[in-house]
Nanobody, 121 residues
């Protein structure tokens, strides 16, 4: 059984930093693109950042220059370094990954359970 488990959320003051982690576990053969989404109350879930298996990255305009996505392929883990946090960054953050599990013939999208990030003084 494949799982994505996020960690690193919490309460931080405006201007502060947090680092989110998301580790994939289980019988995984390959991992393609990995992504971070967020969803604030009353809003739709939005894509924050993605990183391909080759390391190419893309960011939402609202986080460019403040957030950095990276991955450790040896540990099946994706990170999101969040700097200069603003109150409008407050949301539940979800990781998402395209995985091939043992015995499968194509990629399946998996989601983590989410981690709360609150930016407030």
């Amino acid at each position: 059984q494949v799982q994505l488990v996020e960690s690193g959320g919490g309460l931080v003051q405006p201007g502060g930093s947090l680092r989110l982690s998301c580790a994939a576990s289980g019988s995984i053969t390959s991992i393609g693109a990995m992504r971070w989404y967020r969803q604030a109350p009353g809003n739709e879930r939005e894509l924050v950042a993605l990183i391909t298996s080759g390391g190419r990255t893309n960011y939402a305009d609202s986080v460019k220059g403040r957030f950095t996505i990276s991955r450790d392929n040896a540990k099946n883990t994706v990170f999101l370094q969040m700097n200069s946090l603003k109150p409008e960054d407050t949301a539940v953050y979800y990781c998402n990954a395209d995985l091939i599990y043992t015995g499968a013939y194509g990629y399946t999208k998996y989601w983590g359970q989410g981690t709360q990030v609150t930016v407030s003084s």
